[in-house]
């Protein structure tokens, strides 16, 4: 009698690679800030694990994407902080200007890699220098900022270059939305990442950069719908990836100042839960919310005579309460918006 013996989803060639990459390419770029001394090790830990994470393939088009993204945001944080600081108002209204213009190049689909990779790096950047004060300077977090973007763009190519793709993968096709949808995600989504922003300077939350990225990465999906499921599972993310902080830590002890160490740990848990993400389509889930979320925590809280106790408990509770804040307003805007034909979204009932 023959008997069938059910088996879990397994990676094909293409995606046990893919998660290789990962892997390596977020590893490689932990390891070269922390030996270096650099500061803002946050850029150099995630920013592999978007540009390999989130695009499988690497072009001269994904590749153009990536930098202008850096050099954008650069720029619109220098002018914004030297020319605008005085004046929160104006300020205010700059920074939903400019995000409707990123969530735009999302919505529609003519270069979403730069919207999205913009929200994240001008949202980081525009938090930090924010707590500049007249004894430091903006510019370390800028270079640091546009380093990490150009030693994240060789890595990707060495990583692609050691690890490349079986077979070719069929290109991805935006579908086509309605004028009357793509402006309601660009308000909405605009509109809350703005206020993320204010409410996280009133509030002087200078210690909680990860869950001000947490309201902005919901924001990913775009509308209301997938928004709720989004945050959902970010929230289920950040708990796994604080736990697996947690257990590294265990097995780290007092150890951290050795660097084989946390670079053996973070290339083990990255290799896992990039297996997870890819399982789960590759598209922003519970798996990438995992890698970005212990992403953030080697890259920002490990160090020599450091743990990740604090900050992986501190970190889960910010950024459950930011998730619940944020689907609270996008719920607010989807409503809101819809009540008119010009931004009602194609999902309204």
């Not at 790096?121 to 007249?134: G, R």
């Amino acid at each position: 009698m023959t008997q069938v013996v059910s088996q879990g989803p397994q990676l094909d060639s293409n995606g046990l690679r893919q998660a290789l990459r990962i892997a390596g390419g977020c590893t490689i770029g932990f390891a070269i800030s922390k030996l270096m001394n650099w500061p803002n090790g946050i850029f150099f830990t995630v920013y592999p694990m978007l540009l390999l994470g989130m695009v499988p393939t690497l072009s001269r088009g994904v590749i153009n994407q990536f930098i202008a993204s850096a050099a954008f945001s650069a720029f619109i944080v220098l002018v914004i902080q030297g020319l605008f600081s005085h004046f929160p108002v104006v300020m205010t209204l700059l920074v939903f200007g400019i995000f409707c213009f990123l969530f735009h190049k999302m919505s529609s689909g003519s270069a979403f890699l730069f919207g999205a990779l913009g929200v994240v790096s001008l949202s980081i950047q525009l938090h930090f220098s924010s707590y500049v004060d007249q004894g430091s300077s903006i510019y370390p977090l800028i270079l640091s900022n546009g380093l990490a973007i150009l030693l994240t763009v060789i890595i990707a190519a060495i990583m692609h270059g050691v690890f490349p793709d079986v077979t070719a993968r069929p290109s991805r096709v935006m579908p086509a939305k309605p004028k009357e949808s793509i402006r309601h995600e660009v308000l909405l989504c605009a509109s809350v990442a703005t206020l993320s922003f204010v409410v996280f300077q009133v509030l002087d939350l200078q210690d909680s950069i990860s869950a001000q990225a947490a309201s902005v990465l919901i924001l990913f999906s775009l509308c209301w719908k997938a928004a709720g499921m989004a945050g959902w599972q970010r929230a289920i993310g950040t708990l796994i990836g604080c736990n697996a902080a947690l257990l590294s830590q265990l097995f780290l002890y007092n150890h951290s100042d050795f660097l084989l160490f946390p670079v053996a740990i973070l290339w083990i848990l990255s290799f896992v839960f990039a297996r997870f993400h890819i399982l789960g389509g590759g598209i922003p889930g519970i798996g990438f919310g995992v890698l970005t979320t212990f992403g953030i925590l080697f890259g920002q809280s490990l160090g020599p005579g450091q743990d990740l106790i604090y900050s992986a408990l501190y970190r889960f509770s910010s950024v459950s309460v930011a998730i619940i804040l944020s689907l609270c307003a996008v719920y607010v805007m989807h409503h809101l918006l819809n009540r008119f034909s010009a931004t009602r979204h194609h999902t309204f009932d």
